[in-house]
């Protein structure tokens, strides 16, 4: 993120030291340059300033510029250091190597390798200064830090945000592959295995790519959430917002989609009400799972869960410890159940997110059923899809139809075929979009219709996505194979 270096030129010569300065201006490099016309002068200054490259003759009166590259190092052991000179002799060469010059430029300079030359170190300071601010912040937000990270830290400000996965993503080989491009003006800090740290210099910046992030893995298996911390412009601030984006990471267990949580919305603080509403909640619905009023204990479930959804300040035993107790009251208390009680428990503990649990109390809450209904009713539902697949199939329609709530029609569906209602439509629609290309004539736009969409594109979308070719393509292969065989 550094954008202007600083070079001290340092020969006896004023005129080649003023021909640097021209170099540098007519090229409109981001260098800042100081000048020195002796070794001794160039350590004074060196002494006061911080520099990124000093450039410097050879043979002077006093100490030679090998002598002050070695003494210059000490000073500042990162500093970039070239020699120029009219001496094209090996000896000079291997000596300069022995005290870690950088890059050696002969007299008269050639403004292409002198070019070649500056740009390649600016790149590598620009580097070295981006892995020493990440490894300083790294350092300073997961341990004690040195007084060099504290005091490098206090010179920057900028805006945070974090990425946390709910299942290792960062220790995968391909992680920056799934990630969109990182630009330039934005700092990636690997955390560990489930998080990413994110430091930019613009508020404009952040934003954009925290929706990039977003999108991008909206395609991914694995949820992730994505805290927005704001803007910090000291080491305090920097920890104050780390600490209050590390709390948000429980929200992960509520996850059913990749999220943005702003912490400045995050206003609302869990109060003993709130407990004992949920207790009360999860009271009400194993009474209603005693009595066989499925339907009254999922619809209530489903209200508790998706409010537990957008409040991710509940600690995620307390949610578990309600669910439990429905276990309890389900299972503990009916003698022909019991048995399943600890197993019911052990699962409740080992759920890693919000729909893991609620499915886990769905199996509970249903455990009492005493015939094979839902699996006619699943039947059932299928059967509807099958027949009526053209037309506007909804899932709360269907659960309306076999007499189940959507929400427990929703996870028993998926339970039963494996995918969710809309996938399993979608495929469906889609063979049967095949069968139709296969043995008619009939234009992709009719086909769309028969098969339940409205919208020619959207149907061709969505063909592609399954197929990996257009409607028409697959038509021409399907009518080619056929003529060869």
């Known amino acids: 993120m550094k954008q202007t270096f600083r070079l001290l030129v340092v020969d006896d010569k004023e005129l080649d030291r003023n021909g640097i300065c021209y170099l540098i201006e007519q090229n409109q490099l981001p260098i800042l340059v100081t000048t020195a016309g002796s070794a001794d002068e160039a350590l004074q200054i060196l002494c006061q300033s911080k520099y990124d490259i000093l450039l410097s003759d050879i043979k002077m009166p006093g100490k030679s510029g090998l002598e002050l590259i070695k003494d210059a190092r000490k000073i500042q052991p990162a500093l970039k250091c070239v020699v120029f000179s009219s001496f094209d002799n090996f000896q000079y060469a291997q000596s300069a190597i022995d005290v870690g010059v950088t890059k050696y430029l002969l007299k008269p300079i050639k403004v292409d390798l002198f070019l070649d030359c500056f740009h390649s170190l600016m790149n590598e300071v620009s580097e070295e200064s981006v892995e020493n601010e990440i490894r300083y912040i790294y350092d300073f937000i997961s341990a004690i830090p040195s007084a060099q990270a504290s005091q490098t830290i206090e010179m920057i400000s900028g805006y945070l945000f974090l990425l946390d996965f709910v299942h290792p993503f960062f220790s995968k080989p391909d992680f920056v592959s799934i990630l969109p ?6 700092m990636q800090i690997p955390l560990n295995e489930f998080q990413c740290l994110f430091f930019a210099a613009q508020e404009e910046a952040a934003q954009k790519y925290i929706l ?26 920097l920890r104050s917002l780390y600490d209050e984006m590390e709390q948000c990471s429980t929200a992960k267990f509520y996850l059913v989609e990749n999220e943005i949580v702003y912490l400045d919305d995050q206003t609302h603080h869990l109060t003993e009400s ?16 005693v009595r066989h009023e499925f339907n009254s204990a999922d619809d209530l479930l489903d209200q508790l869960f998706s409010k537990q959804q957008l ?12 669910c439990a107790n429905i276990a309890r009251i389900c299972l503990w208390k009916n003698d022909e159940h019991r048995g399943q009680f600890i197993p019911f428990l052990l699962a409740i503990d080992k759920n890693n997110n919000v729909e893991e649990l609620k499915n886990t109390v769905y199996e509970i809450i249903h455990t009492s ?3 094979n209904s839902e699996t006619l009713a699943i039947q059932k539902a299928l059967d509807i899809i099958h ?7 909804s ?3 269907l659960a309306t139809e076999v007499f189940l709530s959507s929400c427990y029609f929703s996870y028993l569906f998926k339970k039963t075929t494996g995918v969710n209602f809309l996938k399993y439509l979608t495929n469906y629609r889609v063979e049967r979009a095949k069968d139709l290309l296969r043995s008619t004539q009939l234009r992709i736009g009719e086909i769309c219709e028969q098969v339940g969409y409205s919208n020619r594109s959207y149907f061709c979308q969505i063909f592609r996505n399954h ?18 065989t």
């Open 311 to 322: 409040n991710h300040n509940l600690p995620i035993a307390i949610l578990k410890s309600a």
């Open 181 to 186: 491009p990182l630009p330039t003006d934005i």
């Open 369 to 371: 059923s005493v015939d």
């Open 395 to 397: 899932l709360d329609s």
């Open 274 to 289: 709130d407990i004992q509403l949920i207790w009360e909640n999860c009271e009400k619905i194993a009474k209603y799972a």
């Open 467 to 484: 197929c990996g070719m257009s409607p028409m393509q697959y038509r021409e292969m399907k009518q080619y194979h056929e003529k060869t």
């Open 387 to 393: 027949q009526k697949y053209m037309e506007d199939i």
């Open 212 to 237: 990039e992030l977003k999108e991008k893995l909206s395609d991914t298996d694995n949820f992730c959430l994505i805290t927005y911390g704001g803007h910090f412009t000291d080491s305090k601030e």
